[in-house]
């Protein structure tokens, strides 16, 4: 069984920061993409960043300059810090993996449970 635990979410004024951080555990033989979603209420879900075993990062258009996405590969552990948040990024913030759990296996898509990030006044 692979788990993925998220923590770092909650209240935030407008202009804050909040830094979120999601850990693999469990049997894992390697991780390729790690990434983060978010959902708002009525919405999809949508993809916020991605970031490849070596470090290539994907963003999207509305997170650019203001979030970043990186990945500590010995911890198995992806992180979003968030800076200049804004009401319009109030979301469940899911951390997603992609996870090989045995040498010859193809990987699968693992999601976390999710974490509540608000921005408010």
């Known amino acids: 069984q692979v788990q993925l635990v998220e923590s770092g979410g909650g209240l935030v004024q407008p202009g804050g920061s909040l830094r979120l951080s999601c850990a693999a555990s469990?049997?894992?033989?390697?991780?390729?993409?790690m990434g983060w979603y978010r959902q708002a209420p009525g919405q999809q879900r949508e993809l916020v960043a991605t970031i490849t075993r070596p470090g290539s990062p994907n963003y999207a258009d509305s997170v650019k300059s203001r979030f970043t996405v990186s990945r500590d590969n010995a911890k198995n552990t992806v992180y979003l810090q968030m800076n200049g948040l804004q009401p319009a990024d109030t979301a469940v913030y899911y951390c997603n993996a992609d996870i090989s759990q045995r040498f010859g296996l193809p990987a699968s898509r693992h999601w976390g449970q999710g974490t509540q990030v608000t921005v408010s006044s």
């Open positions: 469990g049997i894992i033989f390697s991780i390729n993409d």
